[in-house]
């Protein structure tokens, strides 16, 4: 690793949006023809865009990863007191990795939503804050309008507005105070509410994709799905309409206005994204700053019979990540090795200089900023366990999550293969090969040539929930190993 101080960043800028698909931004190949980011695209044209990320599989576990450095399993103390979102956590128990960036001599900042309890953690993990805070929505408000938020660290005051500009207007506040202090370090965490349903456009938006008749209709949107686990046979959101469109089960809608709308959404967020470029342009910074896009994960529109997250499927949760560094990081360059959130931590601490104040779960991904070629042989391991952190988390099954339910589950990816293991007693295993079956379609884990390969990936996935100390690791619901045949001629093995 080159130690050049000259190519360390100054800044890191860290744009974290809420929902939203690698679907949804146009540099990424798998977009629809007629979306346009041209902004976000920049960063891509001028830095490396990875084409497997993984940040987390909902929201709150996405921003307690970036926070902690650590999977779900890991962030001790979180819990739900009452019923959803009202999250607590005991800070002794469970630090934020900000606080010693805070005291290395960094200027910190967070703008947007907070999603990890009332703790927000002004004056002692940020010197700037304007929070809208997800985990207390009576104080708080919805999405997008009518919004209250804490400015720095004061009690909820309404704003006004849409909520995307809203923040855009606060992380330039924040850039505008960096500006008369150029010599000190700062670190922003720009964290947009969009594209989290329902899904609300800005009025400037709402002609936008005029021309969009009809999207593609994903090959399984519609059930039956014989080889995958029991719950996913039958999932589905969608109907066909009178039409031959998908439309929604309970709603009616097509999934063209879905996706149509979703996508407008995303619109504001390029702007964003264009107008916070600028200012550090003008500013002087850009260039020693390490710009990072991403979203807390991605969002299915059909794919699999899903309108929703959570579940472990690329078209679930994979997001978009962008990062430019120029110096540090080769201009329009793409690495296809899957990263997760938690390396994110270990990063940013490994490009400033810093040591990890404890063990994260994550890697250094710096020898791939260099190189995206670069050889890498660690699989990346993923989880959802629902609403349950830390040591609630030790049972190995739990309370499913989502509406329709889904199951807990661990899964590791490498470069070529997933791995999924549901957290459901006697459940079958799913595996897919992502280069030459992207869309998930065939299950693996049934054909016998597999089989060695399966367990392979199998026993991987619990070298890594030991290695990353998880304690359900000894308590994970056993599988069932079958073939095709086998399973659909209601056979076990």
């Given at each position: 690793?080159?130690?050049d101080?000259?190519?360390?960043?100054?800044n890191?800028?860290?744009?974290?949006?809420?929902?939203?698909?690698?679907?949804s931004v146009s540099?990424y190949?798998?977009?629809?023809?007629w979306i346009?980011?041209p902004n976000i695209?920049?960063?891509?044209?001028e830095?490396?865009?990875?084409?497997n990320?993984y940040?987390?599989?909902?929201?709150?576990?996405?921003?307690?990863t970036?926070?902690?450095?650590k999977?779900?399993?890991?962030v001790?103390?979180?819990?739900?007191p009452?019923?959803?979102?009202?999250y607590?956590?005991?800070?002794d128990?469970?630090?934020?990795?900000?606080?010693?960036l805070r005291?290395?001599g960094?200027?910190?900042?967070i703008?947007?939503k907070?999603h990890?309890g009332?703790?927000?953690g002004?004056?002692?993990?940020?010197d700037?804050s304007?929070?809208?805070?997800?985990s207390?929505?009576e104080?708080y408000?919805?999405?997008y309008?009518?919004?209250n938020?804490s400015i720095?660290?004061?009690?909820?005051e309404p704003?006004?507005g849409?909520s995307?500009d809203n923040?855009t207007?606060?992380?330039?506040?924040?850039?505008?105070?960096r500006?008369?202090?150029?010599?000190k370090p700062?670190h922003l965490?720009l964290?947009?509410?969009?594209?989290?349903?329902?899904?609300e456009?800005?009025?400037?938006?709402l002609?936008?994709?005029?021309?969009?008749?009809q999207?593609?209709?994903?090959e399984?949107i519609?059930?039956?799905?014989?080889?995958?686990a029991?719950h996913m046979?039958?999932?589905?959101v969608?109907?066909e309409?009178?039409q031959?469109q998908?439309?929604?089960?309970?709603d009616?809608?097509?999934?063209?206005?879905?996706?149509?709308?979703?996508n407008?959404g995303?619109?504001?967020?390029d702007?964003?994204v264009?107008?916070?470029?600028?200012?550090?342009?003008?500013?002087g910074?850009?260039d020693?700053?390490l710009v990072?896009f991403?979203?807390?994960?991605?969002?299915?529109?059909g794919?699999?019979?899903?309108r929703?997250?959570v579940?472990?499927?690329d078209a679930?949760?994979?997001?978009?990540?962008i990062?430019?560094?120029?110096g540090?990081i080769?201009?329009g360059?793409?690495?296809d090795?899957?990263?997760?959130?938690q390396?994110?931590p270990?990063?940013f601490?490994?490009?400033i200089?810093?040591?990890?104040p404890?063990?994260?779960?994550?890697?250094?991904?710096t020898?791939?900023?260099?190189?995206?070629?670069?050889?890498?042989?660690?699989?990346?391991?993923?989880e959802?366990t629902g609403?349950y952190?830390g040591?609630d988390?030790?049972?190995?099954?739990?309370e499913?999550?989502?509406?329709p339910?889904?199951?807990?589950?661990v899964?590791?990816?490498?470069?070529?293969y997933?791995?999924?293991?549901w957290?459901?007693?006697?459940e079958i295993?799913?595996?897919?090969?992502?280069e030459?079956?992207?869309?998930e379609?065939?299950?693996?884990?049934?054909?016998?040539?597999?089989?060695e390969?399966?367990?392979q990936?199998?026993?991987?996935?619990?070298?890594?929930?030991?290695?990353t100390d998880?304690?359900?690791v000894?308590?994970l619901?056993p599988?069932?190993?079958m073939?095709?045949e086998?399973?659909?001629?209601?056979a076990?093995?």
């Open positions: 690793m080159n130690d101080q000259s190519n360390h960043p100054h890191i800028l860290y744009i974290f949006t809420d929902d939203q698909s690698f679907r540099c190949p798998e977009a629809h023809s346009s980011t695209d920049r960063l891509a044209h830095g490396m865009r990875f084409s990320c940040t987390s599989a909902w929201c709150a576990p996405s921003r307690a970036y926070l902690t450095g999977l779900p399993h890991g001790m103390s979180m819990h739900l009452s019923s959803y979102p009202n607590v956590r005991d800070p128990q469970c630090p934020y990795w900000l606080e010693n005291e290395n960094w200027y910190t900042g703008v947007g907070w990890t009332p703790d927000h002004h004056g002692r993990y940020w700037f304007a929070i809208w805070d997800h207390q929505p104080k408000g919805p999405y309008v009518n919004q938020m720095n660290g004061g009690p909820p704003v006004g849409y995307t923040y207007e606060y992380a330039l506040e924040f850039l505008r105070g500006a008369e202090e150029p010599d700062w965490w964290c947009y509410d969009a594209v989290h349903g329902p899904w456009v800005a009025d400037r938006h002609q936008d994709y005029p021309d969009v008749s999207v593609p209709t994903p399984d519609y059930p039956p799905r014989p080889t995958k029991t046979r039958d999932y589905g969608w109907r309409g009178d031959g998908p439309v929604g089960i309970r009616g809608r097509t999934l063209t206005d879905w996706e149509q709308q979703y407008r995303v619109r504001a967020l702007e964003g264009g107008r916070v470029i600028g200012a550090l342009e003008e500013m910074q850009l020693d700053t990072v991403t979203s807390d994960q991605g969002f299915a529109w794919q699999h019979g899903f929703l997250k579940a472990p499927y679930n949760i994979k997001a978009p990540m990062m430019r560094m120029p540090r080769p201009s360059t793409v690495c090795v899957p990263i997760g959130g390396d994110i270990p990063t601490l490994s490009l200089g810093m040591e990890q404890w063990k994260m779960h994550g890697e250094d991904l020898p791939l900023l260099f190189d995206p070629n670069a050889k890498w042989d660690r699989p990346l391991l993923m959802c609403h952190f040591e988390t030790d049972v190995g099954c739990g499913p999550i989502g509406n339910p889904i199951p807990w589950w899964s590791l990816c490498t470069e070529k997933k791995y999924i293991r957290l459901v007693p006697g295993e799913e595996m897919y090969d992502l030459n079956d992207p869309e379609l065939e299950n693996l884990a049934l054909e016998s040539d597999y089989h390969l399966l367990a990936l199998r026993q991987g996935t619990i070298d890594e929930l030991r290695r998880a304690g359900m000894d308590n619901p599988v069932k190993v073939t095709r086998q399973l659909l001629g209601g076990d093995r």
